[in-house]
């Protein structure tokens, strides 16, 4: 089982919806945790840390959930533009960052 | 602001042939690492390094090896290619292990025929 598990979805939205994500992680001991966005064929970029207080950037919510052991990100008013696979990233115990498969995300007019 | 440089972007190989991908960084960035990267199975650590002269294994490290002489060049070296390690290969820094954002180079699409 992998540390960092993601519904690879794809999740198929109109412009303007709400979506959201989660990222389980098994470890817990992470200590750190980001969202990455990975447009196809590219590189992927960091999209937000996580923080135990949770992080909002514009459109854009990601919240830890220690007790529970998962990490989500919301997206609000999707755009066209938002489509790309969304890697969530945790550390394990000795600090290396481990990636989640990744979810897909389409959004459609 | 070249960040991280990977070569080749693109590559075939025969089976059993040897290569080397290039990966430097100009941030000055103590870890260093390379992923792979394969259709479902997203992104899974080959190598990485904390530091100059040191290196450690990842989760699949069979068939790759790795050194940082330097703390701006991370080489992959696949030894004796084979089609198994078809894929697409990241590498990636980051100022220090924990907690700070990885800077990916392009990538590296390898095929092994």
């Known amino acids: 089982r992998k540390e960092v598990e993601q519904d690879p979805g794809p999740f198929n939205v109109p412009e303007g919806a709400t979506v959201a994500f989660n990222c389980t992680y098994s470890n817990s001991a992470s200590q750190s945790f980001f969202w990455y966005r990975q447009d196809c064929r590219k590189e992927p970029k960091l999209l937000m840390s996580?923080?135990?207080s949770g992080n909002e950037d514009g459109r854009f919510t990601a919240q830890l959930n220690r007790a529970s052991q998962y990490i989500s990100l919301l997206i609000r008013d999707s755009k066209l533009s938002d489509s790309a696979t969304y890697l969530c990233v945790g550390s394990g115990g000795s600090y290396i960052p481990t990636f989640g498969r990744g979810t897909s995300l389409i959004v459609h007019p | 602001n070249a960040g991280v440089t990977q070569t080749p972007k693109f590559q075939v190989l025969k089976t059993g042939q040897s290569m080397t991908l290039q990966c430097a960084q100009d941030m000055n960035h103590e870890y260093m690492s390379w992923y792979r990267q394969d259709p479902g199975m997203g992104l899974r650590l080959i190598h990485y390094?904390?530091?100059?002269?040191?290196?450690d294994q990842g989760e699949v490290p069979n068939g790759y090896n790795v050194s940082r002489s330097t703390t701006e060049d991370f080489p992959l070296r696949l030894l004796s290619a084979a089609p198994s390690q078809t894929s697409v290969y990241f590498c990636?820094?980051?100022?220090?292990?924990?907690?700070?954002?990885?800077?990916f180079g392009q990538g590296t699409r390898l095929t092994v025929v």
């Open positions: 996580v923080y135990s």
């Open positions: 990636a820094s980051s100022w220090r292990l924990e907690n700070t954002e990885a800077f």
């Open positions: 390094s904390v530091g100059a002269g040191i290196t």
